[in-house]
């Protein structure tokens, strides 16, 4: 027997079997929901029957083959759906519910053995299509097998019914925890204090001139995640080559000025602080991509990659206007729209914070910047959940002699939180270490 002539993967008993044990006990209908929509049913009767059992859920009616059977014949579909006799047979083929969530699991499997082997046909025909460019079949088909992957993407149309128990669920989990966050921390606490840490599927810009220290920020907030907290982070560079992002991490953990470090100019009690450090790093899962002028299929690709063989729970970018649109026709303004929605978009579908850096406009020099000051593009300012500017006067940098001074005062500017207050916070800003700290240790 060819390929063709395969009969798709299907359970009919599971899916009797699931079907007679919710009108046997209605209340197991919450156990199957989250791996049962209508069209993960093989046969066209079950489809219709559960999709009549959904909107009894619904309505808040009671599900039996009475309230079935009207439900069918209220929208025109009972013969569709096998006629009376067939719902009266299907009770008979399930003693008891106690094992609807396998049954309905069975189900679920065959599903996505189904939808694999349509997603696999697709990607043939694709790869065949000379009209289709390699990369973006390729960044198809990551996406559409990562569909597949993730079982939090099972369900996709969410009623009260659903979301209502489990948000509960977790307001009475953050009372019992009593914890100030609640999402990925950056190790600011007046930041984290008034964001609560980083949120799942949240697009954040850090925003700020040249030489002001964006860089500097993001890894100052990526080594707090990976090396202290142990979360598992991605930074994508695609300014600073891996080798001076480690030059950096060295100078942050070790406290050894970054200066020493490029000139080798180490002392004994440096040397061992390097030591250390390097066995800190070491141990950290933070993940480092320096590719220039990454196209964004790419960045998608790898993103994807990371979240499934790393589990990796937020990803920094460094930056936006170095992403490459792959339709380069379009006016540039236009493609960091098409950027930015495109990340916001890998923020929810990978359901981890994705910070992204972002110059302003050469008209904030001197000045606090604005959302308005945000370059390129105003779908940034649409897109983004969280939006933050660093900003200090240039001229405060330095002494009166000219001397660079060892802690530098930055305000952070809030600008935009969807969920959660604005605001100005004092930070401060170690130029030797290109570290930012809570204003607290400024006296350390």
Known sequence: MSLKDKVPPHNLDAEQATLGALLLDWDAVGVVLPYLRPERFYSIQNQKIFEALLSLYNKGTRGDLLTLQDELRTTGQLDAAGGPAYLSSLTDTVPTSANVEYYAKIIFDEYIRRELIKVSASIVSEAHDETIESRAALEEAQKRIFDLTDSKQTQSIKTMQEEIPKTIDIIQQLYHDKKDLNGVPSGLVDLDLMTT????????????????????????????????????????????????????????????????????????????????????????????????????????????????????????????????????????????????????????????????????????????????????????????????????????????????????????????????????????????????????????
Not at 213 to 227: D, F, I, N, P, R
Not at 263 to 282: E, H, P, S, W
Not at 322 to 334: A, K, Y
């Open 197 to 444: 840490g980083f949120h799942p599927a949240e697009l954040i810009i850090i925003g700020a001139r040249p030489s002001i220290g964006k860089t500097a920020l993001a890894l100052t907030m990526a080594e707090y995640s990976a090396v202290v907290k142990k979360i598992p982070t991605a930074f994508f560079s695609l300014e600073m080559s891996d080798y001076q992002l480690m030059m950096r991490l060295f100078s942050m953990e070790g406290r050894i000025p970054s200066e020493c470090l490029r000139t080798g100019r180490i002392k004994n009690d440096q040397f061992m602080r390097l030591q250390n450090a390097a066995g800190v790093l070491y141990d950290s899962p933070l993940y480092i991509v320096d590719t220039p002028n990454m196209k964004l299929l790419d960045l998608r690709a790898l993103a994807r990659r990371f979240r499934l063989q790393y589990n990796v729970q937020i990803i920094f970018i460094d930056y936006i206007t170095l992403i490459q649109s792959e339709n380069t026709l379009i006016p540039r303004h236009e493609q960091i729209a098409e950027i930015s929605r495109s990340l916001k978009s890998l923020a929810r579908e990978l359901e981890i914070p994705i910070v992204v850096l972002s110059q302003v406009k050469r008209d904030a020099e001197g000045k606090p910047p604005t959302l308005a000051d945000l370059r390129e593009s105003g779908s940034i300012e649409q897109d983004a959940d969280v939006i933050m500017f660093l900003h200090r006067e240039r001229e405060a940098e330095k002494t009166k002699e000219g001397e660079r001074l060892p802690t530098i005062p930055t305000q952070l500017i809030l600008a935009k939180q969807r969920n959660g207050p604005v605001g100005t916070l004092d930070i401060v800003y170690f130029p030797a270490y290109t570290k930012f700290e809570n204003k607290a240790k400024e006296s350390e």
